[in-house]
């Protein structure tokens, strides 16, 4: 059983197609890897903490999405 921390089962590419280059696929696992056990410390040193969980889980949401974009032009 999978969980959305743990790495997606394929990578789709712009085209809808999914990833294939061994070396694209091993950078993005281990990015994925990485930021899941940040945000998993992040959210638990928070709650702990005394923030809560639901406040916490918005505010990581927020991050993720306020991401600029890398192909915009700044």
């Known amino acids: 059983m999978t969980t959305p921390l743990d790495p997606p089962a394929a990578w789709p590419g712009a085209d809808g197609a999914p990833l294939s280059c061994r070396e694209k696929l091993k950078v993005l696992a281990e990015n994925h890897r990485e930021a899941a056990q ?34 915009r032009a700044a």
Do not use: N, Q, T
């Open 38 to 71: 940040v945000l998993r410390d992040a959210f638990e040193d928070a709650v702990l903490m005394g923030v809560d969980e639901a406040a916490m889980r918005r505010i990581l949401a927020e991050m993720v999405a306020a991401l600029p974009s890398p192909k």
